[in-house]
T-cell receptor, first 117, second 114 residues
Framework: AQTVTQSQPEMSVQEAETVTLSCTYDTSESNYYLFWYKQPPSRQMILVIRQEAYKQQNATENRFSVNFQKAAKSFSLKISDSQLGDTAMYFCAFMKHSGGSNYKLTFGKGTLLTVNP | NAGVMQNPRHLVRRRGQEARLRCSPMKGHSHVYWYRQLPEEGLKFMVYLQKENIIDESGMPKERFSAEFPKEGPSILRIQQVVRGDSAAYFC????????????FGPGTRLTVT
């Protein structure tokens, strides 16, 4: 079974600064996907970024980038130029990539990020 | 281009009543996933359905919970004889095909059992 651990229950950052959220995972799989989801106060789950484990290059989406360390099973999210709208709960998630199993997301407990003006 | 729709957004039920949660996937999507988020927790997978088929229900509690995705109409998550521990947010996601790595989530239904 896979597990996802987010060791920072809460974090805060000043507007326009950079913040990094940590995530580690445990799996015996060699092929998988990793995700960061954002859940603002509206509770809507929004995909921030996705990384395929076979790709060495770290994924980037505008101000959001990841540091994927496969050997260390670490997948951190960096948010640059933080904005007030980034205030949300952030969830790290894992999905196997094997045969017909590309669907079950396993989530961490989340990190509540507050961006202060 | 409508996203995943869930209704109701909020549902209050007394202990022992039934709860029915509905999910309409994105247009063109025929795969639906249900997740439950307990307070202070991440989402946990419950069930994966395709039209008229349950593909994986390994995350569903053995009793009182059932899910369906009929040929016509929304997917339904049904909880019979609700208890206080069923209070949670229930999220539905959908995808276009077998590769579920592109799951689009609905806004969730918050169930409160009094």
């Amino acid at each position: 079974a896979q597990t996802v651990t987010q060791s920072q229950p809460e974090m805060s950052v000043q507007e326009a600064e950079t913040v990094t959220l940590s995530c580690t995972y445990d799996t015996s799989e060699s092929n998988y996907y990793l995700f960061w989801y954002k859940q603002p106060p509206s509770r809507q789950m929004i995909l921030v970024i996705r990384q395929e484990a076979y790709k060495q290059q770290n994924a980037t989406e505008n101000r959001f980038s990841v540091n994927f360390q496969k050997a260390a099973k670490s997948f951190s999210l960096k948010i640059s130029d933080s904005q007030l709208g980034d205030t949300a709960m952030y969830f790290c998630a894992f999905m196997k990539h094997s045969g017909g199993s590309n669907y079950k997301l396993t989530f961490g407990k989340g990190t509540l990020l507050t961006v202060n003006p | 281009n409508a996203g995943v729709m869930q209704n109701p957004r909020h549902l209050v039920r007394r202990r022992g009543q039934e709860a029915r949660l509905r999910c309409s996937p994105m247009k063109g999507h025929s795969h639906v996933y249900w997740y439950r988020q307990l307070p202070e927790e991440g989402l946990k997978f419950m069930v994966y359905l395709q039209k008229e088929n349950i593909i994986d229900e390994s995350g569903m509690p053995k009793e009182r919970f059932s899910a369906e995705f009929p040929k016509e109409g929304p997917s339904i998550l049904r909880i019979q004889q609700v208890v206080r521990g069923d209070s949670a947010a229930y999220f539905c996601a959908s995808s276009a095909g077998w590769n579920g790595y592109e799951q689009y989530f609905g806004p969730g239904t918050r169930l409160t059992v009094t």
